[in-house]
């Protein structure tokens, strides 16, 4: 942004709002404290850009994440007012005079402030396979797979996840039992499924409890998603193949 | 013992990755990264990947283009190996899952791009670098052997008597301090867009990579060379990819004509023509912009003056199929819908054609250090990179850089030097005591502030030599402030405070390049252009510009000549 033009912008802006941040410190809280900052009330900031003043001008211990700010790198989710949310593209028109309250995505161990423990994410992510499988000769690097935009289609959607974790914070069943799948491992698992081009058979990992079969459909994972992946369309998707093939072996997708 | 340490977890580093997987699995290769690799700023790339594909097309026009697209500072040798391995690495990337978008029959589909004479674009609509990034992330969880250091930041190289021998790095989130012995390292921390106050580069791009190989005594090269890409949004400096006015769209001053045709770009079809107008080169537009400022038909915003991007007549289907986050974009950060509305636009820094000297495996003068991507400089994009050649960059680069850091490590196999301990206790000690250190100086921020104005004052679109000497001195001056800054921080987990400032001084280093090289170049070419020397001086300057750190710590500029194979340097025409 402009520094200039937002120095000037400042000034005219009498207003500010109230953002109440969950702060956990290690070192010395015992469990997360909220701490309030009053931060200008500017018609275009979003509430990361409320987050980087508190940042940059009043307080340079808050820690929390954030890269790209437009929407696509995954770094920035927070829960806001109680609901997951990419902060970048959480704007504070949304929420009148205020205040915000700000906290950690819920479901993850707290690391420092607004800053979770993901690794759980990467772990089940590898554990569904996410790369394309192929079986026997791989085309030499002069041809490439023909794949109409039909085909493309069919799993394009799924590909869109930017692996924010809004859909774990949002799903019930992930925030109760640590070792579900969760939504965006099992729709991430659906992108090669149903890629024309791979070969790959993932029916044991996700043909379990503790995968589809633990979902219990609520679609709170669709609604906080912010690329419209729509994992729980995914998930029940999956459970009707799984289904299938419980009762024909030999069909494959 | 790391064989292969890659400093960098995007495309660059990523795709090196691999290639040391697949050279030889029995190598121990490490990506260490100050971001889980899936947020890296390849992750931003919108537009494309160039790569010959079409039968119209020959590896030949592609290397003119990028030649002439970088005003002669290419080296071609580099540019013809670059140009023909393209392709390969675009399709190697399809076959590990990347969603390219398609043509009917199922091939690869391609568009235009600014400064291409011919259609030779990939895209994945218009997320080419997330599905990019997000392709190769996933492609590397099949390989067990790749060993991740997430959320981990590099602050220094050990090197010993020319050769490098590992890296120290603090664990983000416990603030652990660990030296790293590897044989090889490769460098792939991408761009330092951060250096400027109004940019597309996401807030990791502090240009670490390449003040981590200028310290251990490494040359940068080309750093005068800035791109700005004519058409970021006026408050955020969110890209709108260049995709856009490869689809169709125009560029309209305040009176809703297209200005390009004032500036040596051709004439306007209401269809876009290759190399022309609206896809002209972006230095040349960026240029143009400024021409457009200064005669009073620009647009002011409390955002500083901005132009307008017209894509109404492409229709919302149109937008809808080819450039879908372009509309996601404007309607989450600019609150507007570009099937109805005009977008303010702006030019905005974008990448830097400058980085770590290397050759065309990615080697620096270091044995044993190599970089890839954004970060190094080959030189492929010469005075102005063309839009879509940084993606295949980062993949044919980083290959090369991969297999060649792994044929290295192989064939020096010997114990760790001694200086690698004692260099990496010096080390912690440092850090361990700047953690909370209780000074009450300048806040980070506001340093920061002061040196991205310095820089966009000094070494912007256009540059003089009066204020450029003036930021030498600002920026020396800042550099000593930037020592006692006030850091309030005193813990150890996941100190954001402590690691802001270590990427302060990165970006000081820098900026110090950026403005000596510009100072010295007393020419204009490509994205340099110095209105008290406006021609291009090819007697004079037909050569990189080399940047040494001084033992003082002062940047030292010297000449290296550019490799000229077939193209000998000639005029840039777009349009006509």
């Avoid at chain 1, 935009?149 to 992930?174: D, F, G, H, R, T």
């Avoid at chain 2, 820089?455 to 256009?462: C, S």
Wanted: charged share 25%; with cysteine; proline share 5%.
């Amino acid at each position: 942004m402009t520094d200039t033009a937002e120095t000037i912008r400042q000034q005219a802006a009498a207003r500010t709002i109230r953002l109440e941040v969950a702060r956990y410190r290690p070192e010395q809280d015992g469990e997360p404290v909220f701490q309030s900052y009053d931060v200008p009330l500017m018609d275009d900031w979003a509430v990361l850009d409320g987050l980087n003043y508190v940042k940059d001008r009043l307080d340079g211990t808050l820690s929390f994440r954030w890269s790209c700010r437009m929407g696509i790198c995954g770094s920035c989710g927070m829960n806001v007012n109680g609901e997951p949310r990419l902060t970048c593209g959480t704007f504070f028109t949304e929420y009148g005079d205020g205040p915000i309250r700000i906290e950690p995505l819920k479901g993850f161990p707290v690391i420092r402030d607004l800053v979770v423990d993901i690794d759980d994410f990467l772990v089940k992510l590898q554990h569904v396979q996410p790369w394309l499988i192929r079986e026997g000769e791989e085309l030499p690097l002069t041809a490439e797979y023909a794949q109409t935009p039909e085909q493309l289609e069919a799993y394009k959607q799924y590909s869109m996840c930017i692996n924010c974790l809004l859909c774990y914070s949002a799903c019930p069943v992930y925030v109760l039992d640590p070792d579900f799948l969760g939504p965006a491992a099992i729709a991430l698992a659906q992108r090669y499924n149903l890629d024309s081009r791979d070969q790959g058979d993932r029916f044991d990992l996700l043909n379990l409890d503790e995968a589809v079969w633990g979902c219990t459909f609520v679609g709170e994972c669709t609604r906080a998603c912010p690329k419209h992946v729509d994992p729980a369309e995914a998930i029940q998707r999956y459970k009707l193949t799984a289904a299938i093939r419980s009762i024909l072996p030999w069909s494959r997708r | 013992m790391i064989d292969v340490l890659i400093v960098g977890g995007g495309g660059a580093g990523l795709r090196a990755a691999i290639a040391v997987a697949e050279c030889d699995p029995t190598l121990e290769v490490a990506v260490v990264s100050k971001v889980y690799p899936m947020r890296s700023h390849t992750v931003s790339a919108e537009g494309g990947a160039a790569g010959v594909i079409g039968v119209d097309d020959t590896l030949d026009e592609h290397c003119y283009d990028t030649i002439s697209g970088g005003d002669w500072l290419c080296d071609q040798d580099a540019v013809e190996m670059f140009i023909a391995e393209a392709p390969k690495e675009l399709i190697q990337l399809e076959h590990w899952g990347c969603p390219w978008s398609r043509e009917p029959d199922g091939r690869v589909a391609v568009r235009p791009f600014g400064g291409m004479k011919k259609e030779r674009t990939w895209y994945a609509a218009d997320k080419t670098g997330f599905h990019l990034l997000h392709t190769l992330f996933q492609t590397t969880l099949k390989y067990g052997e790749i060993k991740r250091y997430d959320e981990w930041y590099v602050t220094r190289l050990i090197v010993d008597d020319g050769r490098v021998y590992g890296a120290v790095a603090v664990d983000i989130r416990t603030g652990r301090i660990e030296t790293i012995p590897a044989r090889s390292v490769i460098l792939a921390t991408g761009g330092c867009g951060k250096i400027f106050p109004f940019t597309t580069n996401a807030a990791i791009k502090t240009g670490d990579g390449m003040a981590l190989a200028y310290r251990a005594g490494a040359p940068l090269k080309d750093m005068e060379f800035v791109q700005y890409h004519p058409t970021g949004l006026p408050f955020t400096g969110i890209l709108i990819t260049e995709a856009a006015r490869a689809e169709g769209g125009w560029l309209i001053n305040k009176d809703g004509y297209r200005y390009l045709q004032d500036y040596d770009l051709g004439t306007p079809t209401p269809t876009p023509k290759l190399r022309s107008m609206e896809l002209g080169p972006r230095d040349r537009l960026s240029q143009a912009f400024v021409h457009e400022q200064h005669r009073g038909r620009t647009v002011e915003t409390p955002y500083g003056p901005v132009v307008y991007l017209d894509l109404r007549h492409l229709g919302e289907a149109r937008i809808d199929a080819r450039i879908p986050f372009v509309r996601e974009l404007c309607r989450s950060y600019q609150n507007l819908d570009p099937a109805t509305d005009l977008i303010p636009v702006r030019p905005v820094v974008h990448y830097m054609m400058g980085g770590i000297h290397t050759d065309l495996d990615g080697a620096t003068p270091i044995a044993g250090l190599y970089a890839a991507g954004e970060t190094a400089c080959v030189s492929i994009n010469g005075a102005n990179r063309l839009g879509s050649n940084s993606l295949p960059e980062i993949l044919v680069f980083g290959r090369r850089a991969g297999v060649a850091a792994a044929e290295f490590a192989r064939s020096h196999r010997q114990a760790e030097a001694p200086a690698v301990q004692a260099q990496g206790r010096d080390e912690e000690r440092r850090l361990t005591h700047l953690r909370g250190d209780g000074k009450k100086g300048e806040r980070i921020a506001d340093l920061r502030e002061e040196m991205q104005h310095t820089l966009e004052g000094a070494a912007g679109i256009y540059r003089t030599g009066d204020v450029l000497a003036k930021a030498v001195d600002s920026l020396a001056e800042l550099r000593q402030r930037a020592s006692e800054a006030r850091l309030d921080d005193s813990s150890t987990a996941f100190n954001t405070e402590l690691l802001n400032w270590l990427e302060l001084g990165c970006m000081l280093d820098i900026a110090e390049t950026v403005v000596a090289c510009a100072l010295n170049r007393t020419e204009s070419r490509g994205a340099h252009q110095r209105t008290d020397f406006e021609q291009r001086d090819d007697a004079g300057f037909l050569a990189h510009s080399l940047v040494h750190r001084a033992p003082d710590g002062s940047p030292s500029v010297g000449l290296l000549p550019v490799t000229i194979t077939r193209w000998p340097p000639g005029e840039r025409v777009y349009g006509r």
